[in-house]
């Protein structure tokens, strides 16, 4: 496709396809609106082309937002990760305490129990004194 030659087979081509090509030939900034308006891609490439068309101060400018909400992203990403596992964790071990005070009460050894919930020892004598 040679794109001085463009207009002469627009009738028969797909629609974006032209849009596509004549921004790429180079179509005037007032009519990127109408060339976008239903092509989600080439509106990309049109702020891309404007991102880059930017002097380089506006451009670090840029840069330096995008990383900074990137980073507020991953902090927060982050910290809800780390909330779910504590969670999880907490809600385990709440979970092996009352196993372990309902074998207590059954009159299972503290011994016994440490080996099947994990627990210390010690932690489970404290239940115990708690219990009776």
């Known amino acids: 496709?040679?794109?001085?030659?463009?207009g002469l087979r627009t009738s028969?081509?797909?629609?974006?396809?032209?849009?596509?090509?004549?921004?790429i030939n180079g179509a005037p900034k007032d009519r990127w609106?109408?060339?976008a308006m239903d092509t989600p891609g080439l509106k990309k490439?049109?702020?891309?082309?404007?991102?880059?068309?930017?002097n380089k101060e506006a451009r670090m400018l840029y840069e330096m937002r995008k990383?900074?909400?990137l980073d507020e992203r991953s902090a927060l990403d982050?910290?809800?990760?780390?909330?779910?596992?504590?969670?999880?964790?907490?809600g385990r071990l709440e979970g092996k305490l009352?196993?372990?005070?309902?074998?207590?009460?059954k009159g299972l050894s503290v011994t016994l129990i440490a080996e099947v919930t994990g627990l210390p020892a010690a932690e489970i004598e404290t239940l115990n004194e708690q219990i009776h």
């Open 1 to 6: 496709m040679e794109l001085p030659k463009l």
């Open 12 to 23: 028969k081509m797909d629609d974006r396809l032209v849009k596509w090509l004549m921004f």
């Open 33 to 35: 609106e109408e060339l």
């Open 45 to 54: 490439a049109m702020t891309t082309l404007e991102f880059l068309s930017q």
């Open 67 to 69: 990383k900074a909400l």
């Open 78 to 90: 982050y910290a809800e990760t780390r909330g779910r596992e504590e969670g999880k964790l907490e």
């Open 98 to 105: 009352e196993i372990a005070a309902s074998m207590l009460k």
